[in-house]
């Protein structure tokens, strides 16, 4: 069974940066999509981008389009999530999932089976 591990959350201001990890272990994932999706209090797990098997394609919620990035290394079976210029509506968990396919990214949550157990981002002055 896949088990998903993300890392790279914490506290940052405004404007600022993180990157985000995600490494995957007990299954083989590089023929998969993998994807980021997030949660903040109260709210429902949303999209936030997902990128195809090969990191040919890439996709991203609107809300996040221009300064998120979405990446992956099959070699280390990881994959990445460069956020700049981050906002305060940007707190929240944030967590990684294996898609079904290598090439179809859905957007909901009731779509992936595998999920990490999330790393808090809190963008706070």
């Known amino acids: 069974q896949v088990q998903l591990v993300e890392s790279g959350g914490g506290l940052v201001q405004p404007g600022g940066s993180l990157r985000l990890s995600c490494a995957a272990s007990?299954?083989?994932?590089?023929?998969?999509?993998l994807v980021w999706f997030r949660q903040a209090p109260g709210w429902e797990r949303e999209f936030v981008a997902g990128?195809?098997?090969?990191?040919?394609?890439?996709y991203y919620a609107r809300s996040v389009r221009g300064r998120f990035t979405i990446s992956r290394d099959n070699a280390k079976h990881t994959v990445y999530l460069q956020m700049n210029s981050l906002k305060l509506e940007d707190t929240a968990v944030y967590y990684c999932?294996?898609?079904?396919?290598?090439?179809?990214?859905?957007?909901?949550?009731?779509?992936?089976?595998?999920w990490g157990q999330g790393t808090q981002v809190t963008v706070s002055s």
């Open positions: 007990g299954g083989d994932v590089t023929r998969y999509g």
């Open positions: 999932a294996v898609a079904k396919t290598g090439s179809v990214i859905p957007t909901i949550e009731s779509s992936y089976d595998y």
């Open positions: 990128v195809s098997w090969d990191g040919g394609s890439t």
